[in-house]
Every structure is written in C-alpha cells, then in structure tokens.
C-alpha cells in the first residue's frame, strides 16, 4: 500500500473528542 | 407514509434533519416529549432497541427501529425529496457525505471551542478556520447559478447541508467572514427562511460576534 | 445501467465501495489507468469536473460528475442493491453513516499511527481500541441471527462496512484480538471472500501480528 498516499489523505483522527464533549454538554442542559 | 417517535434531545441539528424532511412529506413525527439525555438513553429497554444508546432513534408505529440521523431522515422523506432521477438521488447522497466528512469535522472543531464545549488548540481552530473557507467557496462557486443543491426544489441535499452549517453560522460565521460568500448565504438564507424549516428550528439568529475563545 | 470512469489511487478501500457495486450491477466502470494521485487531480481539467481535487471522482459516459465514494457507489448499484423496502433502504443508509461515523474514525485513530502515518499519542490510540471493541461487539450482537446486515441478500450495507473494516482486519486486529467476535469475523470473511468482492480487492491477508507503534 502506498503509505504516502494515505498519508495525504485527509482524515478525522480526534473524532472522539468532540463527540464525548458534545455528549457531556447536552447531558448537562438535560438536566 | 410512515410516522413514529424520534427520541432526542433539544436543539439537535441531527435531529433537525428528519423533523424538517418530515414536514416536507406529511409524516407524522413525534419527538418524545419524556426523553431525558443522558438517562433514558441509558435505560435497558432504550438500549434493547437502540444498544449503542445514541440519538437521534427512531422508532416507527411498526417497531422499526433506526439510528444515525441521514437514515432515519430518508426514511421519513418523500421520493422526491431524496431525488428524482437517478443522478438526483447520488447527488443527494454525495451532499449527505460532503456534510458529514467535510462540514462536520471542521464545524466541531472551531464552534466547539469556541463554546468551551470542548479544549481549546489554537492549530487546530486555525485549521478548521481554513477548512470552513474552502467549505463556503466550493459551495458559494457551486451555488452561483442553482437555487437548490441537487435539481430545481429543495431536497435532502439542501436540509443536511443547511443543518450541518447551522452552528457555524449560528456561533462564528460573523458578518465580516461571511460577507464574501453571496452565493452560499443567499442560499442558506432561503433555506432557514421556509416555513417547513422555520416550524422546526425556529426563527434563526445569525452570529454577529465570534465568540472569543477561552485559551 | 450506469457507466463511466472511476478516478483513484491503487488500493483505495473508499473506491472499492464503488467497484464492488458495479461488479454486482453489472455496471461498466473502468478505472482511468493514467490517473496519477498528486499530479493528475491538480490539474485544471480535473478540477473543472471536480474542484475540490479528491478521489475517488465519477465520472459517467453521459458527463454527469459525482465525489464522495457513498454517492459514486450508490450511483452504480442495482435497486436490489440499495435496499428492497423502505425500511431496508433506511438500514442500508444507516449502515452506511455508521461506517463513516463510528468505524472510519476509530480505525484512522488506531491504524494511522500504527503505520506511522500520524503521530502516535497513547490516550488516542487507547480510546480508539476501545471504540473498536465497542464497535465489534455491536456488530457481532447484531450479526448473531443474521447473514447479511441488510435483508437476506447482500447490499451496500455490507460492502460499504465491510471496506470500512478493511484497514482494521488488515493491519491491527491479530487474532487474539478478533477472536471473541466470532459472528462479525464470519460476516465479514463471507463477504471478503465473495468471487466479484475478491475481483476487486485481491485474496484478503489478515492481520497476524498487530503493527508496533513507533512512540
């Protein structure tokens, strides 16, 4: 596999951050 | 046509999608007025219909079960919403994807912090910043001779687009940086303008000052 | 049925969604041979057909354009292949963002670094282990009584997940790992090793010994 490539391509390496903030934000404006 | 209960908490622009393609088709959506985030998500009979515990979830008056908000959207769209020849319809697809790879990422990653909903990292908000501009000139060049993104009447397309780019001018898009792009203001204004769209989000209020980030 | 060229780098899993497809359609879609990635699609003439330079493009016999490989796949499927009813249609859009918002994520988070193409950080790659295992587990749950993710036939919720498990399989679940799920690795082996699926993507190898990371 050309890992260049790859390399280039665009991609969402920190998804999980802003989901779990998300989450906990409107978790709290629930209550 | 179907009808069923969408669970969800307020003011969720993924939730935004199926409500506003359901009054464009007549189906009867409900949003469960008992639901509470972060509780009756965690419930053992919501999770043996909905294990992963995320919403927006649908259930329909025939016990079909759906997640992910373009599904449960699709499943509540007229045919002519999802597009209405073959081309329309991929078209329609390539917008929902563009929303959810290209806008999305670029959106959480400069109006979350800016909300101090999530961490503040000065080179990824100057990154998003970037992505947005080239989000708002492809589309503006895109828009410059259509009025609706796939066909000649408001689909899909339109409302996912629409309610993907909600936050970022709702919190950061102020006037002077989106003054440039005519094309895709003159469209998102119509969009948010329709009585359909307007029943469910209410009356929306551009950003008129960045929010400033807490460093 | 459709048909047109297909613009991608060798071994692009995204393009697979898409070639996969048109092998069950019976659509003809060649991929251009003279396409080079990073020469080819910065050229003006690509970017007048797909301005934002990313691949894989689609581009029909009839001059229509499409990007974003959901749409280019949905493009070249058969009806059968996009779901049978209405609810089928909405699972397979379902399975689809699934794919895209829940497995692409954590497999870039987990496989990237494993193959040094992003910089390593311990908390993410953790956390992304985690959302794989929570991934498989969902799948392995719903796969317990079912064959295929969607009906009783193959459709684009199967092609499309499975691509999107690919890097995964192929790279950083070892055998030890992938052991317990023992309904999605059966899933997901029926669907690799389908004759028009192995057209495309060749005999799939399996990960034998996970990546080490380079701290």
């Not at chain 2, 069923?4 to 939730?15: C, E, I, Q």
């Not at chain 2, 008056?61 to 073959?86: C, D, H, M, P, R």
């Not at chain 2, 503006?140 to 970022?168: H, M």
Request: with cysteine; glycine share 4%; hydrophobic share 40%.
């Amino acid at each position: 596999m050309a890992l260049e490539i790859l390399a280039q391509e665009k991609v969402w390496l920190n998804k999980s951050k802003y989901a779990d903030a998300e989450r906990v934000y409107y978790e709290k404006l629930s209550k | 046509m179907a009808s069923g209960t969408l669970y969800t908490y307020l003011n969720n622009f993924r939730a935004y999608k199926a409500l506003i393609a359901a009054q464009y088709s007549g189906a009867d959506v409900k949003v469960d007025p008992a639901f509470e985030f972060g509780v009756t998500n965690k419930q053992e009979s919501f999770l043996k219909k909905f294990p992963q515990g995320k919403v927006p979830a649908f259930e329909s008056k025939n016990q079909e079960y759906l997640t992910e908000s373009n599904a449960i959207a699709y499943f509540v769209s007229s045919e002519q919403f999802k597009g209405s020849t073959l081309y329309e319809q991929a078209l329609v697809q390539q917008f929902i994807s563009y929303a959810d790879n290209e806008i999305l990422p670029a959106s959480y990653a400069w109006v979350y912090p800016s909300l101090s909903i999530a961490q503040f990292n000065k080179l990824s908000v100057d990154r998003a910043i970037e992505d947005v501009k080239g989000i708002l000139a492809y589309l503006d060049n895109y828009l410059l001779a259509k009025t609706y993104l796939v066909g000649e009447r408001i689909t899909l397309a339109d409302i996912t687009v629409a309610c993907s780019l909600l936050q970022l001018y709702q919190h950061v898009l102020n006037p002077e940086f989106r003054k440039p792009y005519i094309n895709v203001n003159r469209w998102f204004d119509t969009i948010v303008n329709q009585p359909k769209v307007v029943k469910i989000i209410g009356a929306f209020e551009y950003c008129q000052k960045s929010a400033e980030f807490n460093q």
